[in-house]
């Protein structure tokens, strides 16, 4: 399935997380595997955050990229409008 995830942008191009386990670079048209890494003040939810549409008003944009991923194996979450209304949580991911 088709989704799209908003990424760190570093200066050399290369993505990263958000806010877990953000310092990983992250490949462009590899398969990855969630994994989880409790990190304090977030919930834990194992899996790749993303979403159905660019859309998740309530995250800056600066220094940030979305970008067209496929999962799999993922759930569905449906959240307030102001974070966007629905997230996929993924097993895996692929950025295209």
Sequence with gaps: MIAYKLF???KDGSLHSLFINKRVNLPINKWLAAETFPTKGFK??????CCPKKNAP???????VWK???????ETLIKSNHQGSKWFIAKKMRIL
């Design 58 to 64: 309530h995250l800056s944009k600066k220094n940030r």
């Design 68 to 74: 067209k991923i496929e999962i799999k194996g993922y």
């Design 8 to 10: 760190r942008k570093l």
């Design 44 to 49: 834990i939810r194992h899996g790749w955050h």
